[in-house]
């Protein structure tokens, strides 16, 4: 069964930075290896709706980001390892949420229901 497991959350201080890290496991079936999957970043701040935070696509050729993050987020993958990476820059207070990786067997969405398979989250405080 596929999954994803995502970490690197913590608490950090505004101006800093963090990397978070998805890994998969299980994308074994036939013709739908990890790699083929477009992966996206969420977000969920407490009392909020769950945003797109960026996206990147099954060959790392394509990313996009949200406009509230452009600049400081940096999203690529790894197919080898299996993992994706969001890289986190110049953290403000306003980041501070719950960081989920989806996958989808298509290109890239920013609708929740359009994914294919979530991790539980990793958590992002940014406090001084």
């Known amino acids: 069964q596929p999954q994803l497991v995502e970490s690197g959350g913590g608490l950090v201080q505004p101006g800093g930075s963090l990397r978070l890290s998805c890994a998969a496991s299980?994308?074994?079936?036939?013709?739908?290896?990890?790699?083929?999957?477009?992966v996206n970043w969420f977000r969920q701040a407490p009392g909020k709706e769950r945003e797109a935070v960026s996206c990147?696509?099954?060959?790392?050729?394509?990313?996009n980001y949200a406009d509230s993050v452009k600049g400081r987020f940096t999203i690529s993958r790894d197919n080898a390892k299996n993992t994706v990476y969001l890289q986190i820059d110049s953290l403000k207070p306003e980041d501070t949420a719950d960081y989920y990786c989806?996958?989808?067997?298509?290109?890239?969405?920013?609708?929740?229901?359009?994914?294919?398979?979530w991790g539980e989250g990793t958590l992002v405080t940014v406090s001084s």
């Open positions: 299980g994308f074994t079936a036939p013709g739908l290896a990890f790699g083929v999957y477009t």
């Open positions: 990147i696509t099954g060959g790392g050729l394509v990313t």
């Open positions: 989806a996958a989808r067997f298509h290109r890239c969405s920013k609708n929740v229901k359009d994914m294919n398979y």
